[in-house]
């Protein structure tokens, strides 16, 4: 769901102009509104892409150290078994 921002404010005056010309040319205005409406939406969804891909890049640490963790998990009864005393 995109967020209301500084940026944001434009593109609502955008679409209450097409919606003010809607009024006085009535129907014709749909096809106008319809692909501004896509657009924003287009341009919605690339900015949370970008948002979820720069936070899954950030994951990459925490998943190696579970990784390594459960490793070391499933290794330390064989070495200790090993090299342990006894």
Not at 10 to 35: F, P
Not at 78 to 83: E, G, K, Q
Request: glycine share 10%; net charge neutral; aromatic share 4%.
């Amino acid at each position: 769901m995109p967020r209301a921002g500084p940026g944001r404010i434009s593109e609502l005056a955008d679409v209450a102009d097409i919606a003010e010309v809607a009024g006085q040319e009535g129907a014709k205005i749909m096809d106008t509104l319809a692909a501004r409406a896509a657009s924003m939406r287009a341009e919605a969804l690339a900015a949370d892409r970008a948002t979820a891909g720069s936070r899954s890049t950030t994951m990459v640490v925490p998943i190696a150290l579970l990784g390594a963790g459960f490793l070391l998990l499933l290794i330390f009864p064989i070495v200790y078994r090993t090299f342990g005393p006894g």
